[in-house]
């Protein structure tokens, strides 16, 4: 089983709804990061959180740390925010190593 | 130039051939990592290092070697390339192990 998993694997839909990826992962953490891949691109930090939620601009993470869980949201989704979405955890144990998801693919259609 | 640069962006290589790609940053980050990344496996961590003069190994490091002389560059060596290492090599790096990563562009590697 893999320490972190996504979902979906793949999400298409339209300008301007409301996106959720899903992120669950079965290790005690320290941090979970959110990572934005665009086609043929480079690999960008979105967010690292331990607890809460953060915002910037039109995105969105949460966590639970009890529930070992979180949720990227985008809200107005365009076009330009078709990516792959990449969720990982820093293991609380162990020697700081980052696990990785493997990754959300959005389609955002015009 | 505020970031990571990997050299080269792309390289086609005879298997059996020895081959070095290169990364700098020039962020004075501590930490430094190098992963492929394959379509349905995601990112794996071939070998990275927590400091200067220190590294380790990570999920994948057969076939591959790592120097970090400095703080500045981390250069990943495949000895003798075969075809199952063509792949996309990403370089990272962060201020201290497990803190926000800064990714460099990649480099698309095709051992035929």
């Known amino acids: 089983k893999n320490e972190v998993e996504q979902s979906p694997q793949n999400l298409t839909a339209q300008e301007g709804e409301f996106i959720t990826i899903n992120c669950s992962y079965s290790v005690g953490i320290s941090a979970l990061h959110w990572l934005q891949q665009h086609p043929g691109g480079g690999i960008v930090s979105l967010f690292m959180?331990?607890?809460g939620k953060k915002k910037h601009g039109r995105l969105i993470a949460t966590i639970n740390i009890q529930e070992k869980h979180s949720s990227l949201h985008i809200t107005a989704s365009h076009p330009r925010d078709s990516a792959v979405y990449i969720c990982?955890?820093?293991?609380?144990?162990?020697?700081?190593?980052?696990?990785f998801g493997k990754g959300t693919r959005l389609h955002i259609l015009p | 130039i505020a970031g990571i640069t990997q050299a080269p962006t792309s390289q086609i290589l005879a298997a059996g051939r020895r081959m070095t790609l290169r990364c700098t940053q020039d962020?004075?980050?501590?930490?430094m990592y190098w992963y492929r990344q394959d379509l349905g496996l995601g990112l794996r961590l071939i070998h990275y290092s927590n400091t200067a003069g220190t590294t380790g190994k990570g999920e994948v490091p057969d076939g591959y070697s790592v120097s970090r002389a400095n703080t500045d560059d981390f250069p990943l060596t495949l000895a003798s390339a075969v075809p199952s290492q063509t792949s996309v090599y990403f370089c990272?790096?962060?201020?201290?192990?497990?803190?926000?990563?800064?990714f460099g562009s990649g480099t698309r590697l095709t051992v035929v």
């Open positions: 990272a790096s962060s201020a201290a192990p497990g803190r926000i990563y800064t």
């Open positions: 962020m004075r980050h501590n930490a």
């Open positions: 990982a955890v820093r293991p609380e144990q162990g020697d700081d190593k980052i696990i």
């Open positions: 959180l331990s607890s």
